[in-house]
C-alpha cells in the first residue's frame, strides 16, 4: 500500500496556492508529502541505482544468445502445437493459431531487454533498413542476429521431433505414409510450410486445392502480404510517437504482436501454412530433411508435383 501521505493524481482544492502546479497537470504529477514530483522523475528513482555499463562484446553476446532462444521458443511453441495437432487433439485452426500467438508473446518478453526481439530474419531486416538506430543494426550485426535466429530454430527443430518423435511415426502409421515419400509431406508441414496446404489439399488432405489453384506468384503475394501487415504492427506499436500503450515501458506491446500473429494464421495458414518468418521455417526444415523426409522437405515444392494423371483420381 501507498504511504498515506502520497496521493497520486487530483490535488485536492484546498491546498495551497504554490501546489496549484500539481493540480492542473494530474498525470504529470505525483503528490509526494505535499510535494509535487514529475511522474517521470519517480519513475526513474523507482528503477533503482543504475547497473555499470556492460562491455560491447559481451552486450552483443546476449543479444544474439536472447536472439537464438526467442526464435528458439517460436518454434517450441509454434511449430510444437502443428506436431501435437497430428495427434488428433485439435479441432480448428484456431487452437493452433492461438497458441502461436501467445508463445511469439512469451518469447518477446523473455528477450526483448537484451536484444530487443526482432526473432525473425525479416524482422531484423526491416529494422535495418527502416529503425536502424533502435538497436544498433549495422550489417554485420544484423548478420549476426540472423544466424544467431537459424540456429535457434534448428535445435528447437530438433527438440520437437525428439519430443514428438511417437506422436509423428503414430500419424504416418494411421496414415499409410512412408517417410520421405510424397504423401510424406503432411508430416513434414509440421516443420515447413507448404503451399497449398497439404492437410487442405485434393491430393492429400481431402481438402479443395489442386496445386494449381495456389501457383507459386500468388503464395509469394500471400507470404509477403503477411509479413507486411506483421511488420507494419510492429513499428507501428513501437513506435515513439505512439502512446496508446503507455509512454513508458509498453508492457503489453509483446502482447498486441503475438495477438498479430494469432488472427493472421487462421487467414493465410489456409493457403501457404503462414510462413512470415524464414528461420522457423527453414531451421525446422533443414532438420526434417536430415531425419528422412529428404526432398520433401528440402526443396519442398516437389512433395506436391505429383502427375497429372494422380492428381485427378
Known sequence: MAPKDV?????PAEREASEAPCAEKPQQCVDVGGVCVPAAALHELMKGPEQPDEPEKLKLL?????????????????????????????????QVAAVW?????????STAEASGAHLNPAVTLAFRLVR???HGMTWLKAGLYVVAQMLGAILAGAW???IYGGTIRAFERQNGIVRGAPKS????????????????????????YLAEDVPLEMALLTEAWGTFVLAFVIFSVTHGRNAVLGSVDRVGVPFVIGMT???????????????????????????????????????????LAVPDTKRRV
Open 132 to 134: 536502424p538506430q533502435a
Open 261 to 303: 500473429v494469432a488472427v493472421l494464421l487462421p487467414l493465410y495458414a489456409p493457403i501457404t501454412q503462414a510462413g512470415w518468418n524464414p528461420a522457423r521455417d527453414f531451421g525446422p526444415r533443414l532438420v526434417a530433411w536430415m531425419a528422412g523426409w529428404g526432398s520433401v522437405a528440402i526443396p519442398g515444392c516437389s512433395a
Open 160 to 162: 520437437n521431433l525428439f
Open 101 to 109: 500467438g501467445l508463445g511469439v508473446s512469451l518469447a518477446i518478453y
Open 7 to 11: 496521493e497520486v493524481g487530483d490535488v
Open 62 to 94: 546476449r543479444a544474439l544468445l536472447a536472439e537464438a532462444i526467442g526464435t528458439g521458443l517460436i518454434v517450441l511453441f509454434g511449430c510444437g502445437s502443428v506436431c501435437a495437432s497430428l495427434s488428433g487433439a485439435y479441432n480448428g485452426v484456431w
Open 185 to 208: 509431406v503432411l508430416s513434414a508441414s509440421a516443420f515447413g510450410e507448404y503451399f497449398p496446404n497439404p492437410g487442405l489439399s485434393q491430393e492429400w488432405g481431402g481438402g479443395p
